[in-house]
């Protein structure tokens, strides 16, 4: 299996600016609270009202670059941007519900002290986001007081029966892994999250983490640690931030953790099967919010096959990329991300 990458993106996002985030678990119930959105309003959303998730296509991510160095790669972005919608909507959020029902535990965790920050989200999300952002595919009930997905034709309350409940609606209603970060002891901590498609990581691992602990096992961290603890404090509302960040996968899967057992399948020795190998890359956004002042990092992960990137003519390119790894101010990474398993194996094929 390949090394853990979640680590990398945030460190990116913020090294960057330096930005990140990550996960753990825990199981238990909180009572719902006051949902009533807070008295500072969000910025305004900008309708898609003609928007059609069939025959929208997903984003070609590549931005290689021949030489892997720690640098800012992150452009700011409007909030109405926060959320991505394609034609893999309806396949991706009914594979988020059936891994949501087989491994709660591991994909959907939260603190106490998290409770706020959920329902902060929930409230935005379900009410002021989606149905204003995609009135083609989400409306409200004429009270309010219902959500209706008109894709998959399930319906969720705005106000949650419970935080648990509140992470488990989200994370099959939206394609993005989320993660709450609060602040905590000048830094910040991680104290919610619903992650259905893990890269090579356990989010319930990372529940209840710092910062500087979360990137413990990234190289190269200590060189930007506080610069990230900075962004993270000057981060505002309403200014979000993106990236993109990639790697290379040697299988099919998007739940890619040690509770997928098909993942083990794909790691046994020899050089892997190029038509299983795919570049994974993910489209990275850090905002805060206004009530309760938490950080959310989500990520959108899209699966390009490796066969249809050298098709496209950008082999040669995609190699150099790879290569660059372990020629940069990190040589660490190439060891990191798991390269020395696929690394020369992928480059003498998108050259060949």
Same mark, same amino acid.
């Given at each position: 299996?390949?090394?853990p990458?979640?680590?990398?993106? $945030? ?27 807070? /008295? ?13 998730w069939r ?25 109405s ?8 909507y ?8 059936? $891994?949501?029902?087989?491994? /709660? ?13 959920? +329902? ?15 009135p083609?595919?989400? =409306? ?5 007081t ?11 309350p705005?106000?949650?029966l ?9 994370? %099959?209603?939206?394609? /993005?892994?989320?993660?709450? +970060? ?10 919610a ?11 319930? %691992?990372?529940?209840? +983490?710092?910062?500087?602990? $979360?990137?413990k ?11 990230m603890e ?6 505002q509302v ?5 990236? =993109? ?8 899967e ?6 997928n ?8 020795p020899? /050089? ?21 002042q938490?950080? +959310? ?8 096959k ?10 040669p390119?995609f ?7 372990? =020629? ?17 194996t ?7």
């Open positions: 299996m390949q090394v990458i979640l680590a990398v993106g $945030i460190l990116l996002a913020v090294c960057l600016l330096y930005a990140k985030t990550w996960v753990s678990r825990r199981k238990q119930t909180a009572p719902t609270q006051d949902l009533s959105y807070p /008295e500072e309003k969000p910025a305004a959303i900008a309708p898609l009202d003609n928007f059609d025959t929208k296509k997903p984003p070609q991510f590549r931005g290689f670059k021949p030489k892997y160095n720690i640098s800012m790669g992150i452009r700011r972005d409007t909030p941007e926060l959320l991505s919608i394609d034609h893999d309806l396949d991706r959020v009914n594979q988020r519900r059936e $891994i949501l029902k087989q491994h /709660e535990d591991t994909v959907c965790g939260f603190l106490p002290g998290g409770e706020q920050a959920v +329902l902060e989200i929930y409230a935005y999300f379900l009410t002021e986001y989606l149905p204003v952002r995609y083609t595919m989400f =409306q409200l009930s004429q009270d309010g219902i959500f209706n997905n008109l894709v998959t034709n399930r319906s969720f705005t106000k949650p419970d935080v648990r409940s509140a992470l488990l609606n989200l994370g %099959e209603i939206v394609e /993005e892994e989320l993660f709450l +970060l609060m602040p905590d002891s000048d830094s910040y901590r991680l104290v999250y619903v992650c259905c498609f893990p890269s090579s990581f356990d989010p319930a %691992e990372k529940l209840g +983490l710092l910062l500087k602990d $979360i990137h096992p990234v190289p190269g961290y200590e060189k930007i640690g506080p610069s900075r962004f993270f404090a000057k981060l309403g200014s979000p931030i993106k990236r =993109q960040n990639w790697s290379v996968q040697v299988h099919p998007l739940f890619d953790c040690e509770a057992h098909r993942v083990k399948n794909y790691d046994g020899g /050089e892997p099967n190029i038509e299983d190998t795919f570049l994974r890359s993910e489209l990275q956004t850090l905002t805060r919010f206004p009530n309760t938490a950080i +959310l990092f989500s990520f959108k992960t899209y699966l390009f490796v066969t249809d990137v050298k098709a496209q003519g950008q082999g390119e190699a150099e990329a790879i290569e660059g790894i372990r =020629q940069g101010n990190v040589p660490e990474m190439w060891e990191y991300k798991g390269a020395t398993k696929w690394g020369e992928v480059c003498r094929y998108l050259r060949s």
